[in-house]
């Protein structure tokens, strides 16, 4: 039984954290940028405060991806799939009969991150796997709060198994797109469906309570993630209980099946300990994980050099062993 008896914090003193010499200059020049500051959440109840909001990150966020997508040479389109919108990319060079597909869901702290958004990340997955992608453009809040956004999900997942073996399928997403693709997971197993090959969780916002250790370490220290998320957590669940594993799957019951994951984080991450604690849940449950954690890295991963380079090729080498190709 744990102890609930209430210690003192811990105090330390304020300090000056340098950026490693041994990072590549492109990893570097990255921290360098120094912090980008989280708006200011809305009031509770603030709902065209939310929309302006919602509205301003899904433009900036459309700005940033579409440098990255415009390099990428693949096929895009768009289908309805149980009523779901969905991106579908298929990257240059991929057969058509090759039957491998990356179910992806967006990040966005549950909010933003729809729409062209959406597309454009499914494009810069599509690269990143070598795959066909299923970018799910689930609704969002404050319009459509919890389950909305999760029942879109299973039900995307549900109209891929409908042509598609789940041995070819793969679902993923960072951030709150972990979290989707994680509580999909275990609606689809809760439902009778089968599981996929494998799961994808770089950095992924798995635990809406904030209970994990890096949520008070690392506070201040990413400089991607600079304050906790709880405001949108709320606004998400609707009046849910966070704690639920369909909101939080790290409260998950993994001892009655899951996919081989992938999981990353970073040592400035501030969802690290969201990533440490799924890896152990899981090797505690017996199911296959493997945990990458690179050194200095924020909830942004590094983009270019050495590091970015070794992330995408973990990656895909995860994914290359779990599908059933052809």
Partial sequence: MQSTTAHSPLRVPERLIPIPIFLSPEAQAQLAQGTLSNPPWPADGDIDGWRALIAGMNRMGEAGLGMIAQHVKAHTGTIEANGVRVHVVTPEGVSVDDRATYLEFHGGAMLWGDGESARLMGM???????????????RTPPDHCYPAPLDDCVAAYRALLETTDPGHIILGGASAGGNFAAAT???????????????????????????????????????????????????????????????SPLFGDFTRGFPPTYLQSGTRDLFLSNTVRMHQLLRRAGIEAELHVLDACTHVAFMAGIEAEDRLREMRRFVDRHWRRG
């Fill in 185 to 247: 997971v275990l609606r689809a197993r809760d439902e009778g469906l089968p599981l996929p090959a494998a799961l994808v969780l770089p950095t992924p916002e798995l635990d809406l309570t904030e209970s994990g250790d890096s949520f008070a370490t690392l506070l201040g220290v990413d400089t991607a993630l600079t304050s906790r998320l709880m405001p949108a957590n709320r606004l998400y669940a609707g009046g849910a209980d966070l704690a639920d594993p369909y909101l």
């Fill in 124 to 138: 810069i997955t599509a690269a990143a796997v070598r795959a066909r992608v299923w970018a799910v453009d689930y």
